[in-house]
């Protein structure tokens, strides 16, 4: 097996070199190709990698690179993971919006725009070059926002599923709680990637949902952010996303006084580079904890142990919904449970999502669409309608001032949108 990474210069990368080494796979992995455009982040990211593996016992080979073919020739698998513009473009993603009324936030509203403007046309190149050079391999998404890229992966035919660690993280809190094996714990996921309603957690099948909120509710509200109150009319767990569509002025309040997630991000992100380019380190450490990515090695390494046939799964992943979401398109890229093996991601059928939630889902598919549209084409008007369509900007007005500003602060990741 051979498996490239693209963008392994993030500092995610430790998580899945951790998985790696412990054999999570459930195969051998003969080859494993790092690849970044920065030779700095690849060779500190790299040579952590290498004394993990190490340390770990890994025989396979480890190769780095900056050249991206190299990345995805051969390979059976190959996972995106990279952020274009890195961290200093989220926070300009997540800055610009606020004086201007609007939420700031990296996959939510205009911040989400811009960041799939800038990432939608690489990953259409990349998994275009994948299909030439290894045609049965799987694309695995996780760069955000990964409702929209996976949804242009998709629409344009390509062997890519997208990925999120956020239903990983419920339903391994849920198994601590239940004093389980994850493996027992399964999630009924409704919606979009981070726009989705966890209806039912079930334990070897049997729903547990209405006890834990009944019996535990303050543990379940606190394990989620939501107030008991509102988990119990909902009978269901949002996504924590889903808050900014739903209380858009709270979190602006929240932001207008402590600021975006994104300032911190890249203050934890200088902190862990700082800790990799240590020669003595050989283990994750402890701070990438903070980062955000819980349960990515699991859910990345189950994912291309399902998608090469070594280890089928049940997974809650972002693929076509062929109907499993009655009352959404056939074609719109979905977060559910599937059945994952060598011949893709098979989406399991559940309820409607009904009323209020199937509006709001049908709010960000149409500005999903329109997002990549306008990715592909650069075009401005196109761009700037697009980011009107988004449930959080209020008027097209709001659009094109927020929208501009955006444009032109990224023109140097925004070829098309500039004339090149």
């Not at 062997?159 to 994850?182: D, E, K, M, T, Y």
């Not at 599937?338 to 009323?355: H, R």
Request: hydrophobic letters at 45%; one cysteine or more; proline letters at 6%.
């Amino acid at each position: 097996m051979r498996i490239g990474i693209v963008g392994a210069g993030s500092t995610y990368t430790p998580e899945l070199i951790e998985g790696i080494g412990d054999g999570r796979l459930g195969a051998p992995l003969d080859e494993l190709v790092l690849m970044d455009i920065d030779p700095n982040r690849l060779e500190v990211l790299g040579s952590l990698a290498r004394r993990m593996l190490d340390r770990a016992g890994w025989t396979g080979r480890l190769i780095l690179t900056t050249n991206r073919s190299e990345a995805l020739d051969g390979v059976d698998a190959c996972l995106v993971q990279y952020r274009i513009g890195g961290s200093q473009a989220r926070i300009v993603d997540e800055s610009v919006p606020i004086p201007h009324g609007v939420l700031g936030q990296e996959t939510v509203g205009p911040g989400g725009w811009a960041k799939a403007l800038r990432t939608v046309p690489p990953t259409l190149e990349i998994a275009e070059e994948l299909g030439r050079r290894s045609p049965r391999a799987w694309l695995l998404d996780f760069a955000n926002p990964v409702s929209i890229v996976s949804q242009a992966l998709v629409d344009a035919g390509h062997r890519a599923v997208g990925l999120c660690n956020s239903a990983i993280g419920l339903q391994r809190r849920a198994a601590a709680h239940f004093g389980v094996a994850p493996e027992r714990v399964e999630l009924e996921s409704a919606g979009l990637n981070h726009g989705a309603w966890y209806r039912e957690i079930r334990l070897d099948g049997a729903p547990k949902l209405g006890e834990l909120l009944a019996r535990h509710g303050d543990a379940v509200a606190e394990m989620t952010g939501w107030p008991r109150e509102y988990l119990e009319a909902e009978r269901a767990i949002p996504s924590y996303y889903l808050r900014y569509y739903l209380s858009p002025e709270a979190v602006l309040n929240e932001q207008r006084k402590q600021g975006t997630r994104g300032t911190e991000v890249a203050r934890i992100e200088a902190q862990l580079l700082d800790m990799y380019r240590d020669p003595s380190l050989s283990t994750k450490p402890k701070l990438l904890e903070e980062r955000g990515g819980a349960f990515y090695s699991s859910a990345a390494l189950d994912l291309i142990a399902a998608l090469t046939g070594a280890r089928p799964a049940r997974l809650v992943v972002n693929a076509r919904n062929n109907g499993a979401i009655p009352d959404l398109p056939d074609d719109v890229v979905v977060e559910v449970l599937s059945e994952v093996s060598a011949s893709g991601a098979a989406t399991l059928p559940i309820a409607p999502l009904g009323g209020t939630r199937q509006e709001l889902i049908s709010k960000i598919v149409a500005f999903n669409r329109a997002t990549i549209a306008a990715a592909l084409s650069g075009d401005r008007r196109a761009a700037l309608d697009a980011l009107a369509l988004n449930p959080v900007v209020p008027s097209r007005e709001v659009a094109e001032a927020i929208g501009g500003e955006l444009i032109a602060a990224h023109a140097a990741n925004l070829p098309r949108f500039h004339g090149r």
